[in-house]
């Protein structure tokens, strides 16, 4: 089920805040708990039910495992116990297990078959709604529980932590310690009406960065990559951006409607993106996208292989391999080892530069930046590496500039009565005016404006568009969802979000 | 002033309905305006064709489709090799399925043989209505087209409308209706568009060729371009950018298309009427060329699919890939030759599905069929 469909937004959502906002009025949570834990399967099971079994394994293999590292830490907290290693070996295998046979099993035929000019068959495995989320989650889970002896939960809570819904799909990735203590002091208190309002609010922001802006942009990034014949400098850039912050406004308007919905249940989900595309320096752009990840990725792949203690040289190795293997989380193909690649060298170059003590002026550091995430995105969007470099080549091509085109396109686009005797601008159908207005606008929004998070006050933020109860909000709330609906409503299939893909 | 949280809910609330209602008010006061940016030829074009289909009471045979209908069936040569008054209501390939079952419903009696040689691209349409479709039902379809709609029908058409649209509605400073983008010719409302039909057919024994207007219509509804081929055309046969390939084929024929056409089909065994759906007429180039197999392939699988369906597309389709300069202005548009040809081909197809009362499929003898167009083509263009 999507979070833009109308049956998630008129009828799942609806109901199951309320139900569980009644059930949760009593003393016992048990009841509400169960039922929300049942509305989460519900939601993963409505998409294709075939993996409901998956994810339930899942759950119950890593609980019971996580509780026996938990116990076994509690009963032996000085000795290096060999058993234990054993055990969480065991989980890290089992959840890497899942996610590389759905995964990564076909990607490792292909290339097998190109190596070693093999014929084996790929398997074509569908991957699994939300594995590469629930997975993440569930290995820092049994770590922590092997090096801490995290607290033991119920089986109840423990399935409610890696099922709650809004968050089960495509992130945030939450973490045990953020999330259990909310669900366990969710006492019978009702609705949090502050909460409420304030998750509304976000939701409704989310939903309009999806359907309005993302799903807009999609139009020219999607007839840009899926060309086939060739682009011209301003196609190959109109597509490129259009995809950048197509994936900006798709991805974190996602994230907003998840931390939305949680916040309806008086659940905060943790912030994933902060303006990233505000980012003066590749590692500033890594604390702002997709928060989560990069956490996940800093805490139990770069730590754990010797972060930044085993010396300078050693450090940038161990960049460049979280980076290689955070690529490689994305999707199982080279063109995604590439981006995360290019983003590890990128770190490794900003780490030189930073111990140069030399500056660059904010305008520079943010220029650079920008473009170099943008190039990099063509890696991660593109179907191929031929088609990546045939964008990016593209891109560099200042001979197929054409200046009459664009001054055509304005006169067709602007003018008030129809041109017929104006010949058509060539590449009208990849970018046009429209494009350069959609970037020129939001474009500048995501790159000059406070984000949905700080407006909605999530974090602290004082700024003059901050929300407050009051009319004037109420109408913006009242006219961002309708211009969703009216957008979205009607569509046979309502549009995925990027972030499913992985 | 800082409300409660509940109270901000509430008139959020009270806000979206809002919008939504304030929405839909613009809308209705844009139906019909003439503010909107369109021209009314094509209006022009029906109000005539509608009227002149009314005037049949007997048994009539309906031709229903795009412009490849209106300028490539000649209702004369159909008239005589069918024996049955003949109307000629294909108009513009933009119109949606939708609106051609619409028509149908409105014409269609007991007895009536209903031909719908449609466009390929009727087949591809999306569940949603084109922009072209949704300016023109704006500007002049909201007695013949929208107020029939269901409600559901009507949310997504309205949703299918680009904002922007109901805005310059809104604010647009015209106030004339046009028949033409380029001459400032006022629209003069149906009766006046009839009378003009029935004036330049009356003055003259045979209607002259004037361009995309109703001023071109001959009284069955048919323009005929008795033109030579265009520049157009030529550069469409000869600039591999401007072929047109007509269609791709895909792995099913859009589900609207086949809602609406089934529609039809109901709607025409309800009345004792028959409906059949048949080729449009096409250039013979690189984008479809049917004298060879990848392109024969193409057109049986795009029939087997339609079939899969319920649907049969019938009479044989290597009559209706023809020489480009059989052809006037467009991929679609025959000249005069062109249209005799072809609806003689049109022609003897419908007398034999007549005389079978039955499927007309069989497999296609490609390389007879190809021998025999030739011929017939040679004949026309040695004219």
């Known amino acids: 089920m999507l979070f833009n469909s109308p049956i998630f937004i008129f009828v799942f959502l609806p109901l199951v805040v309320l139900i569980y906002a009644l059930l949760n009025r009593g003393a016992d949570k048990t009841l509400a708990k169960t039922f929300m834990v049942a509305a989460s399967l519900f939601f993963y099971s409505y998409w294709n039910p075939i993996y409901l079994p998956l994810i339930l394994a899942s759950i119950l293999v890593n609980f019971f495992i996580g509780r026996r590292l938990s116990v076994s830490y509690q009963a032996n907290k000085e000795s290096a116990n060999g058993g234990r290693k054993r055990y969480l070996l065991l989980g890290v295998f089992f959840n890497v297990g899942l996610l590389a046979y759905f995964k990564y099993v076909d990607f490792f035929i292909e290339n097998f078959n190109v190596v070693f000019a093999g014929n084996v068959e790929t398997l074509n495995i569908v991957l699994p709604l939300a594995i590469s989320f629930f997975t993440f989650q569930q290995i820092a889970y049994l770590v922590d529980c092997y090096k801490e002896g995290a607290r033991q939960y119920s089986l109840l809570d423990y399935a409610l932590f890696v099922s709650f819904f809004p968050q089960l799909i495509a992130g945030p990735i939450v973490h045990h310690k953020e999330m259990m203590p909310q669900f366990l002091s969710q006492t019978g208190r009702g609705v949090n009406w502050e909460f409420f309002a304030q998750g509304v609010t976000i939701f409704c922001l989310g939903l309009f960065k999806k359907v309005f802006i993302a799903d807009t942009f999609s139009i020219w990034a999607d007839a840009g990559f899926d060309s086939e014949s060739p682009l011209s400098f301003f196609e190959a850039w109109g597509a490129s951006l259009s995809y950048t912050f197509q994936l900006y406004y798709d991805f974190s308007g996602y994230t907003d409607m998840a931390i939305g919905a949680a916040l309806m249940f008086g659940i905060r989900l943790p912030v994933n993106f902060n303006s990233p595309y505000k980012a003066l320096n590749i590692q500033d752009f890594w604390r702002r996208w997709h928060i989560t990840l990069s956490s996940w990725l800093r805490d139990y792949i770069y730590i754990p292989l010797g972060g930044n203690r085993a010396g300078e040289s050693r450090m940038l190795v161990n960049l460049m391999l979280t980076f290689l293997i955070g690529g490689l989380w994305h999707g199982a193909g080279w063109t995604f080892v590439i981006w995360g690649g290019l983003h590890g060298l990128a770190l490794v170059a900003h780490r030189l530069w930073s111990k140069t003590g030399l500056t660059m002026s904010r305008a520079v550091a943010w220029f650079v930046t920008f473009m170099f995430v943008n190039a990099a995105w063509v890696f991660f969007r593109a179907e191929s590496l031929d088609s990546a470099v045939r964008m990016l080549s593209a891109m560099c091509d200042i001979s197929t500039v054409r200046f009459g085109d664009i001054f055509l396109g304005v006169m067709q686009y602007y003018s008030p009565v129809p041109l017929p005797s104006l010949p058509v601008a060539s590449g009208a159908l990849i970018v046009s005016i429209a494009t350069l207005q959609h970037l020129m606008i939001f474009g500048l929004v995501a790159l000059t404006m406070p984000n949905t998070i700080q407006v909605s006050r999530y974090i602290l933020y004082r700024g003059r568009f901050a929300l407050s109860f009051n009319l004037r909000w109420s109408l913006v709330v009242g006219a961002l969802f309708f211009i969703s609906c009216a957008t979205f409503i009607g569509d046979s299939h309502p549009s995925k979000f990027l972030y499913f893909n992985f | ?383």
């Open chain 2, 1 to 383: 002033m800082k409300s409660s949280p509940r109270t901000f809910l509430i008139l959020s609330l009270v806000a979206f309905l809002g919008f939504g209602v304030a929405y839909i008010l613009a809308f209705e006061r844009v139906l019909g305006s003439p503010k909107l940016r369109v021209e009314y030829w094509t209006k022009a074009l029906y109000d005539y064709k509608y009227y002149a289909a009314k005037q049949i009471e007997e048994p009539k045979l309906i031709v229903l489709a795009g412009s490849n209908g209106m300028f490539g069936i000649n209702s004369n040569v159909l008239e005589k090799r069918m024996q049955r008054q003949t109307v000629n209501l294909a108009l513009h390939a933009d119109l949606d399925i939708s609106f051609l079952y619409q028509q149908a419903d409105d014409l269609l009696a007991e007895g009536d043989l209903l031909v719908m040689p449609l466009e390929y691209s009727y087949y591809e349409s999306s569940d949603s209505f084109n922009i072209s479709f949704v300016r023109y039902m704006m500007a002049w379809g909201n007695e013949i087209y929208l107020k029939n709609l269901s409600l559901l029908d009507y949310l997504g058409f309205i949703k299918a409308v680009p904002k922007l649209e109901v805005w310059l509605g809104l604010v647009s400073p015209s106030n004339f209706k046009r028949l033409d983008r380029t001459k400032e010719v006022l629209y003069p409302g149906p009766d006046g568009i009839v009378r003009e039909v029935l004036r330049n057919n009356k003055r003259r024994n045979r209607v002259v060729f004037s361009g995309y207007s109703h001023n071109s219509l001959n009284l069955n509804g048919d323009i005929m371009a008795s033109r030579s081929t265009q520049q157009s055309v030529r550069d469409i046969v000869s600039l591999p950018e401007k072929h047109d390939s007509y269609f791709e084929v895909k792995d099913e024929i859009s589900p609207h298309f086949i809602r609406h056409f089934k529609r039809i089909q109901a709607l025409a065994e309800e009345r004792g009427a028959q409906v059949v759906l048949t080729w449009p007429a096409t250039i013979r180039h690189a984008g479809l060329d049917l004298t060879k197999r990848e392109d024969q392939l193409r057109i049986e699988r795009l029939r087997s699919l339609l079939s899969a369906s319920g649907i049969d597309l019938a009479c044989n389709p290597g009559f209706f890939n023809l020489d480009h300069r059989l052809f006037f202005d467009t991929s679609y548009h025959l000249r005069e030759r062109g249209a005799i040809l072809r609806t003689e081909a049109l022609a003897q197809c419908l007398s034999e599905l007549d005389q079978q009362k039955g499927s007309s499929h069989k497999p296609v003898d490609w390389a007879k069929s190809l021998k025999i167009l030739s011929h017939h083509e040679s004949r026309m263009l040695g004219r």
